[in-house]
């Protein structure tokens, strides 16, 4: 059977259609199942467009996803898990099968003319904190079926062999303003489907990006081919992820992989078009570059050819805020320290909580501008560290590449993907003590649950619903003063009149319309646990008073209603670094003090606060008021 080719031109057309911006801001109720609406539709059913369907469908969304392909991804493309992905998808629940199947990888090796120049573990402790310490290595097929078969139980299915065509906003189309049309089928019939919100994540050529925004500008190219295979080798590091150079005849990355094969990644010196480069030339190349070491290919499952443009969109969404672009529509690169898949995922996650909060019309316009805000960054910082990074690998200087991967390294990992300060993330910066900083996300630590003596990884500990989470850290519950402060401080938030308990009533007035999606699974992990006192925002009490020393019914309401996430602050000996929660997150809590910290739905870290405990709990509620009503609102009636 010959193997399966990817191909690519270097840049689409641009599509002929215009797009009519003439719809106002503001979310809108939810959709119907009524045939050709929807809330969000998703133009691109790769990891993507994907993630993006799987948490806007738990969160109880109803969304369409349009795919031009007959079927998902068989082999090849897209295969680097990063560590910050594997905690993502372990918190959606999609991880176990990957992790089971995949490949994990741990060190980096680095050879120069048929010798070895360097060996370095590949995420060194001393560098970055990380619960998962590797890189897990699966095909783009494994990545997609875990998000199919999530989708599945939830009642979800990909519109295949649909291919978009174009789309138009008008404020006419009443609450469905987005009017999208696609070709289905070999007969190409037109469909017409009505949404609130179209993504495109339909690639690196997306039409979506190309019918509403300015081409992406090029920062450099390079020519690669790539071969999915069992090989027959004396390589020494054939296990090991390994970048060979060679000064005659260019470079290689190879990638151990699943079933006993072996990826290359090989880069081209000469310029050539990559028409002109077929398998077997690859192949040829890549002896060359691995010699005086022989290779050969018992089999080959992929084989892919295509030029790289390092580029960043302009834009990330259009004016009216109904059409947006994730994943590679928006940036692509080289995929030289396996970034693309890892950074388009989490674009969709920060899209996706947004886009369930506007649909439900609890969104300010500012929330969803936050999207280009904070991915825009990423993605220019991808492309500005892909140039550097690339040119390192081409350079050949075993020294400098690993030097540059050091300075690096949390970037690569997913933990260094940081956000700037804005509506989202602010703090005083005198609050900075620990590792938790807004805008970043939390780095690995464990607590004991009160409830069953479990002792859990607190940042994954509590599932992806769509809700904000706010930690209390208290230090002595037999104080006084800290119980008086927690008392006032629930009393607060709980008052009808505050505005997160307002906006905690329309939320939940929301949900009981339009309800979540659950899964058979669910029936283990008891969603309904993190939802008693709001389903909005999941309150967690992180302590170090003994257990023997208070009982989860004599805590003030918004905690006694939370019995799942009542913490014990008394196992650092499991911690990657020795440390309790609060030492590593807030730093050392001094006598008297309560920290408050809230957690975004995508598990960035929104605002940091600390309170003397002889002061008022009401200021500590009035500060959530505060922080929420900036991009919250109640629905329009």
Not at 80 to 100: N, S, W, Y
Not at 278 to 294: D, F, H, K, N, T
Not at 507 to 529: D, G, I, M
Not at 534 to 561: G, N
Request: proline share 4%; net charge negative.
């Amino acid at each position: 059977m010959a193997p399966y080719i990817a191909e690519s031109d270097t840049e689409m057309a641009n599509a002929a259609e215009s797009v009519n911006v003439a719809a106002a801001n503001g979310g809108l109720p939810l959709g119907t199942d009524t045939d050709g609406t929807c809330d969000v539709c998703i133009v691109g059913a790769g990891p993507s467009g994907l993630m993006l369907a799987t948490v806007l469908t738990r969160f109880g969304v109803h969304t369409e996803i349009l795919d031009e392909r007959p079927d998902q991804t068989a082999v090849g493309r897209a295969d680097g898990i990063q560590p910050k992905t594997i905690e993502t998808f372990r918190m959606l629940g999609v991880a176990d099968e990957l992790m089971r199947l995949g490949i994990k990888i741990y060190d980096i090796c680095i050879w120069r003319d048929g010798k070895r120049v360097g060996r370095e573990v590949h995420y060194p402790d001393s560098i970055v904190d990380l619960l998962e310490p590797y890189i897990l290595i699966g095909h783009q097929g494994m990545i997609e079926k875990a998000f199919l078969d999530d989708l599945h139980q939830r009642g979800v299915e990909v519109k295949r062999s649909h291919r978009f065509s174009s789309c138009q906003v008008s404020e006419s189309q009443g609450p469905y303003p987005v009017e999208v049309h696609s070709q289905f089928n070999v007969t190409q019939e037109e469909k017409i489907l009505r949404a609130n919100y179209v993504v495109g994540c339909d690639g690196a050529h997306s039409a979506v990006r190309n019918m509403i925004f300015d081409s992406p500008r090029t920062a450099g190219s390079s020519i690669w081919g790539v071969l999915d295979g069992e090989l027959d080798t004396n390589f020494p590091d054939i296990w090991s992820k390994s970048v060979i150079f060679s000064e005659e005849h260019g470079s290689i990355l190879i990638i151990p992989r699943e079933r006993n094969m072996t990826r290359f990644y090989i880069e081209m010196k000469e310029t050539a078009s990559s028409k002109d480069l077929g398998q077997e030339y690859v192949m040829q190349r890549a002896r060359e570059i691995l010699s005086p070491y022989r290779v050969e290919w018992r089999s080959v499952e992929w084989f892919g050819k295509y030029q790289v443009a390092q580029k960043v969109a302009s834009k990330f969404m259009d004016p009216t805020q109904r059409i947006f672009i994730g994943g590679d529509a928006s940036h692509s690169h080289s995929p030289k320290a396996a970034q693309g898949m890892n950074t388009s995922v989490h674009d969709t996650w920060n899209l996706g909580w947004k886009l369930n909060l506007a649909v439900r019309g609890l969104a300010k316009p500012v929330l969803l501008q936050t999207y280009e805000e904070e991915r825009k960054k990423i993605g220019q910082d991808l492309i500005d560290f892909d140039y550097e990074h690339a040119n390192q690998i081409a350079g050949g200087d075993a020294a400098a590449l690993a030097e540059n991967f050091k300075t690096n390294i949390r970037f690569i990992c997913g933990v260094g993907a940081e956000y700037g300060f804005n509506v989202l993330n602010n703090m005083a910066e005198e609050a900075i003590r620990g590792t938790a900083r807004p805008g970043c996300t939390l780095t690995p630590t464990k607590a004991t649950r009160y409830y069953d003596a479990n002792p859990v990884d607190v940042h994954l500990d509590i599932p992806i619903l769509g809700q904000f989470r706010v930690y209390t850290f208290v230090k002595d519950l037999t104080s006084v003063g800290e119980r008086s402060f927690l008392d006032s401080f629930s009393k607060a938030l709980l008052d009808p009149a505050s505005f997160v308990s307002r906006v905690g009533a329309a939320a939940a007035e929301s949900y009981q319309k339009t309800s979540r999606k659950s899964s058979k699974e669910e029936v283990y992990t008891r969603p309904e646990r993190y939802t008693s006192v709001s389903e909005l925002i999941t309150y967690a009490m992180i302590t170090s008073t003994d257990k023997s020393l208070f009982e989860i019914a004599e805590l003030p309401t918004v905690f006694s209603q939370s019995p799942w996430t009542v913490y014990l602050d008394d196992v650092p000996h499991l911690d990657t670094k020795g440390q309790t929660c609060t030492q590593k997150w807030l730093g050392e809590l001094a006598t008297g003090d309560i920290g408050l910290m809230v957690v975004r739905p995508d598990g960035y870290v929104g605002t940091i606060h600390t309170f003397r405990a002889e002061g008022d709990g009401k200021q500590a509620a009035q500060v959530l008021d505060g922080y929420f009503s900036g991009f919250l609102q109640l629905p329009h009636a």
